[in-house]
């Protein structure tokens, strides 16, 4: 059995590594042969930078999102995508088995790069440059106000986005006319910006990693957080959102979250015309299936929230992308099946990488234009002292001959405890199926942030302690590990409440 998964693991990385020269090969040819035509595509990268390279009328997808990540220097692929308008100015996203040309149709040959799949915990990731970027594409999402947050959260994100990319506060340099060339939300005010210095105030010492990791942190608990939304009808004509997200579909009416179908629930999904079906596992005390039926726009758009909802569901549950012949999961006899690598495929070969941490130039935000209306949550706040803790974080190499001890010192972290008293239907531990809009909790939310570290060199890193790590990563989920640096998060004493 394991000799076959080597095996396996071996014909996927040659795979792998024949795709990239492969096309280089084929578009070196190209250029000798003048009949083939070339075509130049724009790509606006998360930065708001411009990325421009020539390639064959007749290329693939994936060729110019290689282009993409190479310019970007980027491993972990998967989580993003290359989009582009359509006639009807809605975004689609380039399939990268399929030629570009015939995706685009008329439109021009214009490109943008995001997040396609949120991680619902970006500390997983292996890589900075990873989370630097799903931080610049949820900066948009926020000045954009396709992310919905409370005042309070506005301004502690900010806050994390100045240190980022100013480092310590200065107050010589830092002045509020200076802080106003920053978006931290759709409908910015004075107020806002002055809570977010005064917080920024509060995070001396933190590296742009720790500030990019701490922003990730707080963003990835807003209940809109990762949501795709499309515009649809249910089944009595009341206009409502469908939202795609990791954990399967939500239904919203007037920006509240109204119901939602976890993956395990839905057994088939499906589209007609411009109907979009979902048919629902029977409850314990039901004897058959439900179909829930929603009108969409138009037959394109019932096509691409299905599509979403395909590539989201095999990305996120499935181990490895199921072949068109065994599934029961789509129907209507399409063709369409996500061709990339699954969330724990693409966790498995970030876990592989082996390079010097890439360095790359932070860019300074830039202004949106774009407004929508803001969060759909009221906070009350009131910040105490923070509590200074410190933990002892050992990881052990059990595996080598000889035991090594790779340890950090005590390293502190600071608890700002922020009392928080929410009108929100938000998602509490996954499963928030309350009223939408009533007082759900006056809870206390602990914000950590790490203050120092302790960097250990090792020169080689072996194998049996790459499993030890993982291990240790095992036994504390909340423990991230970046080269070989660790801190562990620790939970404030309930006595300290």
């Given at each position: 059995?394991?000799?076959?998964?080597?095996?396996?693991?071996e014909?996927?990385t040659?795979?792998?590594e024949q795709?990239?020269?492969?096309e280089?090969?084929?578009?070196?040819a190209?250029?000798?042969?003048k009949?083939m035509?070339?075509?130049?595509?724009?790509?606006t990268?998360l930065?708001?930078?411009?990325?421009?390279?020539e390639v064959e009328?007749?290329?693939?997808g994936?060729?110019?999102?290689f282009q993409?990540?190479e310019?970007?220097n980027?491993l972990e692929?998967?989580?993003?995508?290359l989009?582009f308008?359509?006639?009807?100015?809605?975004?689609?996203?380039l399939?990268?088995?399929?030629e570009?040309?015939?995706?685009?149709?008329?439109?021009?040959?214009q490109?943008?790069?995001?997040?396609?799949?949120?991680?619902?915990?970006p500390?997983?990731?292996t890589?900075d440059?990873?989370r630097?970027?799903?931080?610049?594409?949820?900066?948009?999402?926020?000045?954009?106000?396709r992310?919905?947050?409370s005042?309070?959260?506005?301004?502690l994100?900010?806050?994390?986005?100045?240190?980022?990319?100013?480092?310590?506060h200065?107050?010589?340099?830092h002045?509020l006319?200076?802080?106003?060339?920053f978006?931290f939300?759709p409908?910015?005010?004075?107020?806002?910006?002055?809570?977010?210095?005064?917080l920024?105030k509060?995070?001396?010492?933190?590296?742009p990693?720790q500030s990019?990791?701490q922003?990730?942190?707080?963003a990835k608990?807003?209940s809109?957080?990762?949501?795709?939304?499309?515009h649809?009808k249910?089944?009595e004509?009341?206009d409502?959102?469908l939202?795609?997200?990791?954990?399967?579909?939500?239904i919203?009416?007037?920006?509240?979250r109204?119901?939602?179908?976890?993956w395990?629930?839905i057994?088939?999904?499906?589209y007609?015309?411009?109907?979009?079906?979902?048919k629902?596992r029977?409850?314990?005390?039901?004897?058959?299936?439900?179909?829930?039926?929603?009108?969409l726009?138009?037959?394109?758009?019932?096509?691409?929230?299905?599509?979403v909802?395909?590539?989201h569901?095999?990305f996120f549950?499935?181990?490895?992308?199921e072949?068109?012949t065994?599934?029961?999961?789509l129907t209507?006899?399409?063709?369409?099946r996500?061709?990339?690598?699954?969330?724990?495929?693409?966790?498995q070969?970030?876990?592989?990488i082996d390079?010097?941490?890439?360095?790359?130039q932070r860019t300074s935000?830039?202004?949106?234009?774009?407004s929508l209306d803001?969060?759909i949550a009221?906070h009350?706040?009131?910040?105490?002292?923070?509590?200074?803790?410190t933990?002892?974080?050992t990881?052990?190499?059990?595996f080598?001959?000889?035991?090594?001890?790779?340890?950090t010192?005590?390293?502190?972290?600071?608890?700002?405890?922020?009392?928080?008293?929410t009108?929100?239907a938000?998602?509490?531990?996954?499963?928030?199926?309350?009223?939408p809009?009533v007082?759900?909790t006056?809870?206390?939310?602990?914000?950590?942030s790490?203050?120092?570290?302790?960097?250990t060199?090792?020169t080689?890193?072996?194998?049996a302690?790459?499993?030890?790590?993982?291990?240790a990563k095992e036994q504390?989920?909340?423990m991230?590990?970046t080269?070989?640096?660790?801190?562990?998060?620790?939970?404030l004493?309930?006595d300290e409440?």
């Amino acid at each position: 059995g394991e000799s076959e998964v080597k095996e396996k693991k071996e014909e996927e990385t040659k795979e792998e590594e024949q795709v990239i020269p492969h096309e280089a090969s084929v578009l070196s040819a190209l250029k000798v042969n003048k009949k083939m035509k070339m075509v130049v595509c724009h790509v606006t990268l998360l930065d708001g930078s411009q990325f421009s390279c020539e390639v064959e009328k007749r290329a693939k997808g994936q060729y110019l999102f290689f282009q993409v990540c190479e310019q970007l220097n980027l491993l972990e692929k998967d989580y993003f995508g290359l989009s582009f308008k359509d006639n009807a100015e809605q975004r689609c996203w380039l399939d990268p088995t399929k030629e570009i040309k015939r995706q685009i149709r008329n439109s021009q040959w214009q490109f943008a790069f995001s997040v396609k799949f949120y991680p619902p915990d970006p500390s997983q990731l292996t890589e900075d440059i990873t989370r630097y970027l799903l931080c610049l594409q949820l900066r948009q999402d926020i000045a954009s106000g396709r992310l919905p947050c409370s005042f309070v959260t506005h301004a502690l994100l900010g806050s994390y986005t100045l240190q980022a990319e100013l480092g310590d506060h200065d107050p010589e340099e830092h002045r509020l006319d200076c802080i106003s060339d920053f978006q931290f939300a759709p409908n910015q005010t004075k107020e806002l910006e002055e809570k977010v210095v005064e917080l920024h105030k509060s995070h001396r010492g933190m590296t742009p990693a720790q500030s990019d990791a701490q922003f990730l942190e707080n963003a990835k608990k807003l209940s809109m957080y990762g949501v795709d939304l499309h515009h649809a009808k249910d089944s009595e004509g009341v206009d409502i959102m469908l939202g795609v997200c990791a954990n399967g579909l939500l239904i919203y009416k007037d920006r509240l979250r109204i119901n939602r179908f976890a993956w395990p629930k839905i057994l088939k999904i499906s589209y007609k015309r411009s109907n979009f079906y979902i048919k629902i596992r029977p409850g314990e005390a039901e004897q058959f299936e439900s179909t829930v039926g929603f009108k969409l726009p138009n037959h394109r758009a019932a096509k691409r929230v299905w599509k979403v909802c395909v590539e989201h569901h095999t990305f996120f549950r499935l181990v490895s992308p199921e072949q068109p012949t065994k599934t029961k999961f789509l129907t209507l006899g399409s063709k369409f099946r996500y061709s990339g690598r699954t969330q724990a495929q693409t966790r498995q070969a970030s876990s592989l990488i082996d390079r010097p941490t890439p360095y790359f130039q932070r860019t300074s935000s830039k202004r949106i234009s774009r407004s929508l209306d803001g969060g759909i949550a009221l906070h009350l706040l009131c910040l105490c002292p923070p509590v200074v803790k410190t933990e002892m974080v050992t990881i052990s190499d059990t595996f080598a001959a000889q035991k090594t001890e790779i340890s950090t010192k005590e390293v502190p972290i600071v608890h700002t405890e922020t009392k928080t008293i929410t009108y929100e239907a938000a998602q509490l531990d996954g499963n928030g199926d309350g009223e939408p809009g009533v007082l759900m909790t006056a809870q206390t939310i602990t914000s950590e942030s790490l203050c120092t570290t302790t960097t250990t060199h090792i020169t080689k890193v072996t194998h049996a302690l790459a499993q030890a790590i993982k291990e240790a990563k095992e036994q504390h989920p909340d423990m991230s590990v970046t080269r070989v640096v660790v801190h562990k998060e620790t939970e404030l004493a309930e006595d300290e409440d």
